[in-house]
């Protein structure tokens, strides 16, 4: 089932409404979405398995090409899922224990295919209990996983996600671009609209998330058409 996600208050999350589809059912969503926006790769966090519990592997291919969120820890945690082509795969700052665990999860899925997610409450790193990040800043963090071959990040921070108040990471986002110039930056989490999306192109973000925006209809084809064409 899919989910409305609002302020990282994951007790709290109830089926999503969406102006794609008439019910909550994941897979008929992605295709409504697919089939209606033109885009295809998708980004879905797997809550159970980020929160410890079994996840739901059986789901993840049928949901096409996804960026997939599975709570990874170690490296030990791609194994049975490397195989499945349609998959990119997000290391979350909540879920990998440490530098050293990260490189493990490079080593095995490969640049190309892994995604370091700078997870953020309120600003602050979302740091995963017992992971050995040394410094606890968000530029030190990014600067570390770059450090260890990391060439895509997501900027998120989850106190904002279904909000609409904006991302709150726009000077993170400029730091990020103007130091590292060649990383692949997608920022997210309480997008209010289309002026949103152009102010983080102009920044330097390589990608936007959206969730509640598309859904609800605030950002639709039309925009999105519109934006694309002009370079976003």
Known sequence: MAVHAVGGRRDQYHPIRSVWQATADPIALARSIREGTGLQTLYVADLDAIEGRPDHAAFHGALGPIWLDAGLRHRKDLDRFLDRATLDFVAGLESVNGPRSLAGLLEAAGADRLIFSLDLDDG?????????????????????????????????????????RGIGTEELLSEIRARYPAAEIVAGGGIRGMEDLRSLR????????????????????????????SGG
């Open 202 to 229: 102009d920044r330097g973000a390589s990608g936007v998330l959206i969730g509640s925006a598309l859904h609800d209809g605030r950002i639709g084809p039309t925009e999105l058409d519109a934006f694309l064409s």
């Open 124 to 164: 602050r790193p979302r740091i995963a209990p017992g992971a050995d990040w040394p410094g606890v800043d968000p530029f030190s963090i990014v600067a570390q996983a770059i450090d260890l071959g990391v060439r895509r990040l997501i900027l998120l921070d989850l106190r904002r996600v279904g909000t609409g």
